[in-house]
């Protein structure tokens, strides 16, 4: 019966294995992740504006948020070019582009 309640406000079930207790801890991180970082700091004005953050938010989270790790080098991307000048930090040119009215920002070095 829940189901067919979820079915006709466009929502799909996905089935999941009893037995899969990290599966639950994983969406636990995504769900409070998207709660602490965009619902904690944006007011919703109504659902066409949730389904506009979202994905612009899971885009930014996936794509260009650098996530720790070695050398701050994300899965699947090169490790970034190493400053071998000190000098050469007092000169960086860095670009912030803000998303979604400036609650999310992403840096980059100017070309």
């Known amino acids: ?3 067919a309640i979820l079915a006709d406000t466009g929502i ?14 994983v969406m636990e991180r995504r769900v409070q992740t998207c709660r602490r970082e965009l619902l904690d ?7 066409r504006h949730l389904l ?7 885009r930014f989270y996936n794509s260009h ?8 080098a994300r899965s699947l ?17 860095i670009r912030r582009r803000d998303r979604l009215g400036g609650i999310l920002h992403a840096y ?4």
């Not at 948020?65 to 701050?72: L, W």
Request: glycine content about 4%; aromatic content about 8%; cysteine-free.
């Open 1 to 3: 019966m829940f189901d």
């Open 65 to 72: 948020q650098p996530h720790q790790g070695i050398e701050n």
């Open 77 to 93: 991307y090169p490790f970034p070019t190493p400053i071998a000048v000190p000098d050469a930090i007092a000169h960086l040119d």
């Open 41 to 47: 700091r944006t007011s919703i004005w109504n659902q």
């Open 52 to 58: 506009h953050a979202l994905p612009v938010f899971e």
């Open 12 to 25: 799909k079930v996905a089935l999941s294995g009893v037995r899969t207790p990290r599966m639950n801890s």
């Open 108 to 111: 980059r070095h100017a070309a």
